[in-house]
């Protein structure tokens, strides 16, 4: 069983080589790394600023436990999202 620095380790080298920065030098892959960070950062924050409706709903369908309070997670994302 891998532990967290393990698997953070295993996942980060995934991504190095699915987007085959392994062959950049090491500023490169610095400039490209922080390039995706602050694309993902931006889409992050317009969808929870431009959407946050369904960016609610989206995150009581993914972590149900969180959003205990509500009863019948499934039934209230189809209440929510407006069909029965």
């Not at 987007?19 to 960070?37: H, Q, S, V």
């Not at 431009?50 to 997670?73: C, D, H, V």
């Amino acid at each position: 069983m891998f532990n967290i620095k393990q698997l953070a380790t295993h996942l980060y080298r995934q991504y190095e080589l699915i987007t085959c920065i392994n062959m950049l030098e090491p500023w490169e892959r610095k400039l490209i790394n922080g390039f995706f960070l602050v694309v993902l950062a931006l889409v992050f924050f317009s969808s929870f600023w431009y959407l946050p409706n369904y960016m609610q709903t989206l995150m009581e369908f993914i972590t149900p436990l969180a959003w205990s309070s509500q009863s019948g997670s499934a039934a209230y994302v189809a209440q929510k999202m407006g069909t029965s």
